[in-house]
């Protein structure tokens, strides 16, 4: 099976732009997770999706925002970029919902000028 | 508030050395999970554990649920094990995952 791929993997962005990552999990799974790190705060919970709904949400602003399609390929958006939001963004998928062991992504290193 | 720490933050070993990485978190968790990351970012999933241990080629984990301790032991290490351990805790069944900071293991040969 192929694993789980993360598009883009690179991105630069201006602040106060808006940037849409995507994440195609692996066939079968249903449920897609998101994580932020940065090196000063690690690696941060965004959101869980499982069937194109979310279940679970970290304690991000709501300029960060989540889907997933019929599918199960998910996307996360980010809207009026802040220098902040600079870091690695990794997906990871599993079989049984985000409780279970998941499968991680390359990850997409966005960097906000 | 639910906390995970890890330690050390920085380990340097020689090949072959037996090393302990620790994981305390402060509440009672549903599980606990051990990842690896290496340069360039890619997270592998180590071992998913609750109570007990488990083992994978010269990798062992271990739980003590009544002292909320978690230890990660690689035996004969090897440069190709440099990389960053990182502890990541759940809590209750539908909680999220809370990581700890991660300790940075450098095998020399």
């Known amino acids: 099976k192929a694993g789980v791929t993360q598009t883009p993997r690179y991105l630069i962005k201006t602040r106060g732009q808006q940037v849409t990552l995507s994440c195609s999990p692996i066939?079968?799974?249903?449920?897609v997770s998101w994580y932020q790190q940065t090196p000063g705060q690690g690696l941060q919970f965004l959101f869980e999706?499982?069937?194109?709904?979310?279940?679970n949400k970290g304690n991000f602003p709501g300029r960060f925002s989540g889907r997933q399609f019929s599918n199960s390929r998910s996307e996360m958006n980010v809207s009026t970029l802040e220098l902040g939001d600079s870091a690695l963004y990794l997906c990871?998928?599993?079989?049984?919902?985000?409780?279970?062991?998941?499968?991680f992504g390359p990850g997409t290193r966005l960097t906000v000028t | 508030k639910n906390e995970v720490e890890q330690s050390p933050q920085n380990l340097t070993a020689q090949e072959g050395e037996f090393i302990t990485i620790n994981c305390s978190y402060s509440?009672?968790?549903?599980?606990l999970h051990w990842l690896q990351q290496h340069p360039g970012g890619g997270i592998v999933s180590l071992f998913m554990?609750?109570?007990g241990k488990k083992k994978h080629g010269r990798l062992i984990a271990t739980i003590n649920i009544q002292e909320k301790h978690s230890s990660l032991h690689i035996t004969a290490s090897h440069p190709r094990d440099s990389a960053v351990y990182i502890c990541?805790?759940?809590?209750?069944?539908?909680?999220?995952?809370?990581f700890g900071k991660g300790t940075k293991l450098s095998v020399k040969p």
């Open positions: 554990l609750s109570s």
């Open positions: 990541a805790v759940r809590y209750g069944s539908q909680g999220n995952l809370i």
């Open positions: 509440v009672g968790i549903s599980a």
């Open positions: 990871a998928s599993s079989d049984q919902g985000a409780t279970y062991e998941q499968y």
């Open positions: 066939s079968g799974h249903r449920s």
């Open positions: 999706y499982f069937s194109e709904t979310q279940r």
